[in-house]
C-alpha cells in the first residue's frame, strides 16, 4: 500500500495500480481493502480507464459499504459519470456521499460538485442554491472562492456580483520535516490550527511527502507522529481562517482531502 501511495504521489498510475492490487491479496482489514480498491479506482481514472474505475468504486460500495471509505467511492463514480456526460447518474452519486461526517469535512468539494451537474442539466436555481450554500457554511473554501472568481447564479437565474474578501497571509518560517511531537498551547491557552495533509504508518514516507511540500513552497510542512502513523501536517496557525487559506492552497495543489484541525 505504501508503494502504491508513493507512486499515486509521483502520478505513476499504472504502478500504483499494480501495487494497491498486489496489496489486496494480502490480509487486510475492510477498511484498508477498500482503501486499496480506492486508489486503484482513482489510478484507473486517471489513466482514462473509466470503466475499471467503475469497477473498482463499486467493489467498495457493494462489499465494503459500512467502511469510511464508502462517500469517496461514491464520489469517484460521480466523477466518472461527470465525464461521461450522465449528468443525472452522476448527481445521485455525488449525493449518495452526502454522510454528515463526510460534508463534516468535504462539504464544500461535494456541494461543488452537485452545484456543477445541476448547471449541466439545467437546473439553475437548484445549481444556486448549492453554491449559496457554499458561500455561507463553507466561505473559505476553495469552492466559495472559485464561485466569488466568477460570480453566483441567483434563483433567478441572473448573475449576481459577490464582494471578494482580502485576507492578509502570515509569513512562513522555515521548518524541518522531522518529526515533532504534537504541539503545545501557548501561555494565554489559544487553540492553534493546522493542515492536516496526509496519514501514512510509514515515518520515511511521511518525511518524503513533507519534504515535496515544502519544495512547492509550503514551507511549515512537517510530520507528527500519531499512536498509529505519521501526520503529514502544515502549520501552526493562530486562527482558523488562517489555517483554512493555507488548506485551500493545498488542496488546488495536491488535488486531495486536506482540512484543517485543532492542535
Same mark, same amino acid.
Given at each position: 500500500?505504501?508503494?502504491? +501511495?508513493?507512486?499515486?504521489?509521483?502520478?505513476?498510475?499504472? =504502478?500504483?495500480? @499494480?501495487?494497491? /492490487?498486489?496489496?489486496?491479496?494480502? #490480509?487486510?482489514?475492510?477498511?484498508? =481493502?477498500? !482503501?486499496?480498491?480506492? $486508489?486503484?479506482?482513482?489510478?484507473?481514472?486517471? !489513466?482514462?480507464?473509466? +470503466?475499471? &474505475?467503475?469497477?473498482?468504486?463499486?467493489?467498495?460500495?457493494?462489499?465494503?459499504?459500512?467502511?469510511?471509505? !464508502?462517500?469517496?467511492?461514491?464520489?469517484?463514480?460521480?466523477?466518472?459519470?461527470?465525464?461521461?456526460? *450522465?449528468?443525472? @447518474?452522476?448527481?445521485?452519486?455525488?449525493?449518495?456521499?452526502?454522510?454528515?461526517?463526510? $460534508?463534516? /469535512?468535504?462539504?464544500?468539494?461535494?456541494?461543488?460538485?452537485?452545484?456543477?451537474?445541476?448547471?449541466?442539466?439545467?437546473?439553475?436555481? @437548484?445549481?444556486?442554491?448549492?453554491?449559496?450554500?457554499? !458561500?455561507? +457554511?463553507?466561505? /473559505?473554501?476553495? +469552492?466559495?472562492?472559485?464561485? $466569488? *472568481?466568477?460570480?453566483?447564479?441567483?434563483?433567478?437565474?441572473?448573475?449576481?456580483?459577490?464582494?471578494?474578501?482580502?485576507?492578509?497571509?502570515?509569513?512562513?518560517?522555515?521548518?524541518?520535516?522531522?518529526?515533532?511531537?504534537?504541539?503545545?498551547?501557548?501561555?494565554?491557552?489559544?487553540?492553534?490550527?493546522?493542515?492536516?495533509?496526509?496519514?501514512?504508518?510509514?515515518?520515511?514516507?511521511?518525511?518524503?511527502?513533507?519534504?515535496?511540500?515544502?519544495?512547492?513552497?509550503?514551507?511549515? &510542512?512537517?510530520?507528527?507522529?500519531?499512536?498509529?502513523?505519521?501526520?503529514?501536517?502544515?502549520?501552526?496557525?493562530?486562527? #482558523?481562517?488562517?489555517?483554512?487559506?493555507?488548506?485551500? *492552497?493545498? /488542496?488546488?495543489?495536491? *488535488?486531495?482531502?486536506?482540512?484543517?484541525?485543532?492542535?
Amino acid at each position: 500500500m505504501d508503494n502504491g +501511495e508513493t507512486y499515486f504521489l509521483q502520478k505513476q498510475y499504472s =504502478r500504483a495500480v @499494480e501495487c494497491y /492490487r498486489k496489496a489486496l491479496s494480502a #490480509k487486510l482489514n475492510d477498511n484498508n =481493502r477498500a !482503501l486499496c480498491w480506492l $486508489m486503484v479506482g482513482r489510478s484507473y481514472a486517471q !489513466l482514462g480507464h473509466y +470503466e475499471d &474505475a467503475r469497477i473498482s468504486f463499486m467493489n467498495i460500495v457493494n462489499l465494503y459499504s459500512k467502511t469510511d471509505w !464508502l462517500p469517496e467511492a461514491y464520489i469517484g463514480l460521480g466523477d466518472i459519470n461527470f465525464k461521461s456526460k *450522465k449528468y443525472s @447518474e452522476a448527481l445521485k452519486n455525488y449525493r449518495n456521499s452526502q454522510t454528515t461526517s463526510f $460534508m463534516n /469535512r468535504s462539504g464544500s468539494r461535494v456541494l461543488y460538485k452537485i452545484a456543477k451537474t445541476q448547471k449541466n442539466l439545467g437546473n439553475k436555481k @437548484e445549481a444556486a442554491d448549492c453554491e449559496a450554500r457554499i !458561500l455561507k +457554511e463553507y466561505p /473559505r473554501s476553495l +469552492e466559495a472562492r472559485l464561485i $466569488m *472568481k466568477g460570480g453566483v447564479v441567483s434563483s433567478s437565474g441572473e448573475s449576481v456580483a459577490v464582494k471578494k474578501t482580502t485576507q492578509t497571509s502570515s509569513s512562513s518560517s522555515s521548518s524541518s520535516s522531522a518529526v515533532k511531537p504534537a504541539a503545545k498551547s501557548s501561555g494565554n491557552s489559544k487553540t492553534q490550527f493546522a493542515v492536516q495533509v496526509s496519514y501514512t504508518v510509514k515515518q520515511d514516507l511521511a518525511n518524503q511527502y513533507a519534504a515535496q511540500l515544502k519544495k512547492k513552497g509550503f514551507s511549515k &510542512a512537517y510530520v507528527r507522529k500519531g499512536s498509529k502513523g505519521y501526520s503529514v501536517l502544515i502549520g501552526n496557525y493562530a486562527t #482558523k481562517s488562517e489555517a483554512q487559506s493555507v488548506c485551500d *492552497k493545498v /488542496r488546488k495543489s495536491e *488535488k486531495n482531502d486536506s482540512y484543517v484541525i485543532s492542535l
